[in-house]
Every structure is written in structure tokens, then in C-alpha cells.
């Protein structure tokens, strides 16, 4: 036999197209050909690929001409993965292994010059496929875990080519790899019970957390903004199966380990140095970024006056779609972003601007010019905003705990139910469909309206005031918004006044 297949799979984004390794030997110059569309590392596996088989035992056909074709062309090939198929094909094509053997398995796998199998990245979305073509999957030892998330498929893990090669050849079977109990265990989150005072920001946490709500934290330095918002994944519903997957397909792809944080809501904290590509994902072959690590979870932007403004402007459009789309010259990658927003800032530049325990040393201009540099556009997207003030030092000092995460996910999950109910969580809801459910008579659409008017609440506000009422009243179990709920709701909206962005 001169002809072997390996089925293997390439990594394209979170997919994992299907790619077949065929080898070919023939009679005539010896030399070994690779075609279809590899790049420099996948090209360089022919001397990683010759060097382990020669140290492992195996003999390399030298005096063949042999031809390698990744199929299908136009799919693009990276890194390491293909080594192990590549290995595999050869010995297949050259008798060393019977070619029946590769049937009803696909693999991938980095090979060292000695025959030992590394790990490759992407592992989780690959396995994730072959489960779906109903075959086994041979893999490195270090990625065994990775794979075997991906559910019922066996999984078989091995150190070296040469263990590989035993299984085909029936020498030495080895095992599929069970998960063990302790990667599905997920470590516990920071507790809401932690938080000591800051009621109303406790209450806008829950608010946001219940209806979806992106959520801004205005306050001085060392009150807590970023312990709170840390606590937002820890009072939103569990993550279902198929969403964990979904999160560690991100990771996956990213080469982030996944064992600590499987099945937990992602909380994703980049600096406000970031560049827009670390934000939205970019390079060449498009990876993702912060915002996709943050897939159903939370994104939080500390100091969001101090990202530069065009970083900021690349998150309207997945705060819009909950996806990205990154194109660039040959590649085009879409992933999914579902992400909540917290932001937080301080005041004014020294941070201390109404704080009674330090004074502002900042001028008008400074302050003006400091929230002048929040975009409109962004605002327009944050349902909350809340003041975390200093908080007197007897506060600070009591015993007392708050609620628990787990009282307050109670509470959430309760008023998302009825959102489901209508359809759609209250901040994706659209203008008809918000006014319908808030069904509010026109005495109240009056009151309302002059109400905002001499808060000097800009018209857009509105409808805003009107989801988070809403939410308010999911989360009472109330079938409409109270005037009560409408009123707290106006409260949220205290910074459109301070920064003039109503
Ligand atoms: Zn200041």
C-alpha cells in the first residue's frame, strides 16, 4: 500500500473543519512534498515529523518520493497539530502500520524530535467536533482533560508516537481518559457577603444582574467598585452545559487553561492601557479577545475615562450584536461576545470630587474635561449608573454581613423567568415591546415625562428609565412598574445630570 488517510482537523476561529492528511509514496526522487496551503509551522513538521520517527524506531522512507496533501487546500493549516497525522500517514503508507488501523479515529499532535507528543491549543472545539462524527480521538496526555470535556467520545491520550503506534498495531490498547471529578468541580466565586455596606450599589448590582442590564460605578478610590463588580457573575444564573462549553471553546482556542474556571461565569478585568485588538480580539489569524474570553459573563472597565477612545468605540458594535467580527487581509473570524458591561470611574481626575474624607485638588476644566472623555455612544448602552460613596468610618467597621450571592441569584433567576416569558431579557427588549410590557396609563406617561424634563433628562432617557422600572418590578414579582419602581429607576440615571450626557 503507497496511499494512507489520516482524518484530523484544522482550527478556524471556534470551528474545526474536517482536514485529511493523504501521503502518498512513489518510485522516483526521493524528497518530501507538502501541498495544501500550510503555513511556516506546518511546513516545518517535516523535520519534526522525520526526526521522530528515526528516534523513535521507526523507519523513514528515504529513498521514496513522498508526497503529503493536506485536504481540503483552500482551508488554511497553522501550527503543530498536523505532526502526529503527518507521522501517521507515513508509517500507514509505508506498511508499518496497517492502514485499517486509522479508520473511526482522528488525532492531532505536536511531536517533539524524540517522539514525545505535545500538547496543541484549540483542543476543546476539535474534540468537541469529532464527537459529532462519531469517532475516537487520540491526542497528547496534556490535553486529555481539555478533550474530555467535550462529553461522550473516547478519548486516548498518549506520551509518545510510539505509544500511539502500539494501539494501532493492537500491542497495548490504551485506555479512554474519564475526567476526573475535580475538573468539573468549580471553585467557589467571591461572595456578595463580603461586601459591607453600599446598599444602593448592592441593590443596582442585583437590578443589572436581573434584567441584564451593563452597569456603571461612579465613586473615589478604595469604596469597593471593584469588589462589587467582581461579584456579578456570583449572583447570575449557573451556567447551563452547553454555555460552559461555549466559554471554554474561548479559552480553548486562546491556549488558557480551563480546569479552574470550568463552568463559571467568566469576569474578564483588562487595564485601561489596552488596545482595542487586546479588547475585541485581532492579529493576523484573528484571536479573540477580552470581550469573548468575557462570553457570558462580565466585562469589567476600571477608570473607563482613561481607555482611549477609540477602544471604547470598537465595543459598540458587539454591545449591539453580541458577536465580533474580525476581518483581516486573508482570515475572517466571527466570535461570540455576550458579555455584561460594569464600568467603573472616579469622579474627577484626583479621584476625591464629593469624597468628605480628602479634597478635590482638581479645577473645573480638569473635571469637565475628565468626563467629557466618557463617549456618548457607550453611555447610551449603560442602563445603571450608581454612586459609590466613601462611606463614613462606622460602616466601614461593622459586623454585620450583607446577603448572600446565593440569596440575591435567587431573587435574579425568579425575575428572569418572567422576562424569558416575554421573550427577551428587559435591556434587549425594543422600544414597542418595553412600552407594551411597562403599560403605563397616560397620567403616569405624563408624570413621567415632566418629571424627566425637570430633571432635565434628555427623551432618550426615557426609555431607559422604563426597562430598569420594569426589571424593578420582575424582581417584585409585580406584573407592570409601580410609580415607586419608576422613581427608583430615575435614580439610576444620576450621572446623565453630571456629565450632561442625558
Ligand atoms: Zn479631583
Known sequence: MTLAIVATRAGVGLDAPAVHVEVHLANGLP????????????????????????????????????????????????????????????????????????????????????????AVPGIL?????????????????????????????????ADTLWQVVAHLLGQEK??????????????????????????????????????????LFAGPPGTGKTMLASRLPGILPPLSEEDALAVAAV????????????????????????????LVGGGSKPKPGEISLAHHGVLFLDELPEFSRNVLE???????????????????????????????????????????????????????????????????????QVEVPALPPEQLTAQTQGESSEAVRERVMAARERQMARGALNSQLGGKALEAACDLNDEERTWLASVLEKLKLSARAYHRVLRVALTLADLQGEPKPSQAHLIEAIGYRQLDRILGKG
Not at 54 to 66: E, L, Q, S, W, Y
Not at 174 to 186: E, F, G, N, W, Y
Request: charged share 25%; net charge positive.
Open 31 to 118: 524528497g518530501l512534498t507538502l501541498v495544501g496551503l500550510p503555513e511556516t509551522a506546518v511546513k516545518e513538521s517535516r523535520e519534526r515529523v522525520r526526526s521522530a520517527l528515526v528516534n523513535a524506531g521507526f523507519d523513514f522512507p528515504n529513498t521514496r518520493r513522498i508526497t503529503l496533501n493536506l485536504a481540503p487546500a483552500d482551508l488554511p493549516k497553522e501550527g503543530g497539530r498536523f505532526d502526529l497525522p503527518i507521522a501517521l500517514g507515513i508509517l500507514a503508507a509505508s506498511g508499518q502500520i496497517p492502514v485499517e488501523a486509522l479508520e473511526g479515529m482522528e488525532c492531532a499532535g505536536e511531536l517533539a524530535l524524540d517522539g514525545k507528543l505535545r
Open 125 to 157: 472545539p476539535f474534540a468537541l467536533a469529532t464527537r459529532r462524527a462519531g469517532k475516537a480521538l487520540i491526542i497528547p496526555r496534556e490535553c486529555a482533560d481539555e478533550a474530555a470535556l467535550a462529553g461522550d467520545l473516547p478519548v486516548l491520550p
Open 174 to 215: 490504551i485506555p479512554s481518559h474519564r475526567l476526573p471529578a475535580s475538573v468539573k468541580t468549580t471553585t467557589p466565586t467571591a461572595d456578595l457577603a463580603d461586601v459591607r455596606g453600599q446598599q444602593q450599589a448592592r441593590r443596582a448590582l442585583e437590578v443589572a444582574a436581573a434584567g441584564g442590564h451593563n452597569l
Open 251 to 278: 479559552r480553548s482556542v486562546c491556549g488558557l487553561p480551563l480546569d479552574a474556571d470550568w463552568g463559571k461565569r467568566p469576569f474578564r478585568q483588562p487595564h485601561h492601557s489596552a488596545s482595542a485588538a487586546a
Open 314 to 384: 470598537v465595543l459598540r458594535q458587539p454591545l449591539e450584536t453580541g458577536e465580533i467580527h474580525l476581518a483581516r487581509a486573508s482570515h475572517e473570524r466571527r466570535y461570540p461576545a455576550q458579555f455584561q458591561l460594569v464600568a467603573a470611574m472616579n469622579p474627577c481626575p484626583c479621584g476625591h470630587l464629593g469624597d468628605p474624607r480628602q479634597r478635590c485638588q482638581c479645577t473645573a476644566s480638569q473635571i469637565q474635561r475628565y468626563q467629557a472623555r466618557l463617549s456618548g455612544p457607550l453611555l447610551d448602552r449603560i442602563d445603571l
